[in-house]
């Protein structure tokens, strides 16, 4: 059975006295608090870390719509074995529109991505330096060791994020509740193995100048925003 946890992501100032404030981040926060309320619901029948794959879209579109609302351009890349799309940076509600067109038409495809041909289309494609914010998954070892070392085809040129959802059961290994069981020993054996993969691999893009943070899914959309504001606020573009 999934393991639900509640996490406060709805903001009290939506609920003003005249109605609904809809400002920009209280908008970003109800989109939020709706795709967790569906994520919830849905994990009466599925894994919760498995639904949170399909917030990466909804992720994007919140930045696109940030980058929009800042007057900066902002462009989409989807990426699985190959590239499969690739929009440029422009802005206008004609373009975010193609961005999300896009991103409704994405499908699910069991394959390896294939990083070495990722970064080499972004270093041929991507000539002035960029804001690249990379949603994916890298809790598979092999996976984080191919991403660690062909990003370095475009790091120097890029400022880059890395986002990822935190797998639940990816935890130090003295973290939540007791053991009752010889099974749940070995569940948290394999979390803290997980954790510290992770950590690992933080510290190891950190020295490269790469972000990376594991975000909860039900926060993923705000505090890529949020990111991306401090980036803007820090200018270091």
């Known amino acids: 059975r999934p393991r639900i946890s509640s996490t406060r992501c709805f903001d009290p100032s939506i609920v003003a006295p005249g109605g609904l404030n809809l400002g920009f981040f209280n908008a970003a926060s109800l989109v939020a608090l709706i795709t967790a309320a569906i994520l919830l619901l849905a994990a009466l029948r599925e894994p919760v870390e498995n639904l949170g794959i399909p917030v990466f ?6 930045i696109g719509l940030a980058a929009e609302k800042q007057g900066d351009l902002f462009g989409l890349l989807t990426f699985s074995d190959q590239v499969r799309n690739f929009v440029r940076a422009r802005n206008g509600k004609a373009h975010y529109g193609v961005c999300r067109d896009v991103l409704y038409t994405l499908a699910p495809e069991m ?3 294939d990083f070495t041909e990722l970064f080499a289309f972004i270093r041929t494609r991507l000539r002035r330096r960029a804001l690249l914010i990379f949603l994916t998954s890298l809790d598979d070892p092999v ?4 991403f660690q070392k062909d990003v370095a085809l475009i790091g120097p040129q890029h400022l880059i994020m890395v986002n990822m959802i935190h797998p639940p059961e990816a935890k130090p ?18 979390g803290h193995v997980r954790w510290h993969g992770l950590r690992e691999l933080g510290r190891a893009l950190h020295r490269h100048g790469i972000q990376f943070a594991l975000l909860e899914h039900e926060k993923l959309c705000a505090e890529t925003v949020t990111q991306y504001m401090n980036i803007k606020q820090r200018q270091l573009l």
């Open 57 to 62: 879209p909804l992720a994007a579109l919140t």
């Open 111 to 113: 394959v390896t991505p």
């Open 143 to 146: 996976l984080a060791d191919a």
């Open 173 to 190: 290994l003295f973290a939540g509740d007791d053991v009752a069981t010889v099974d749940e020993i070995y569940q948290k054996l394999g």
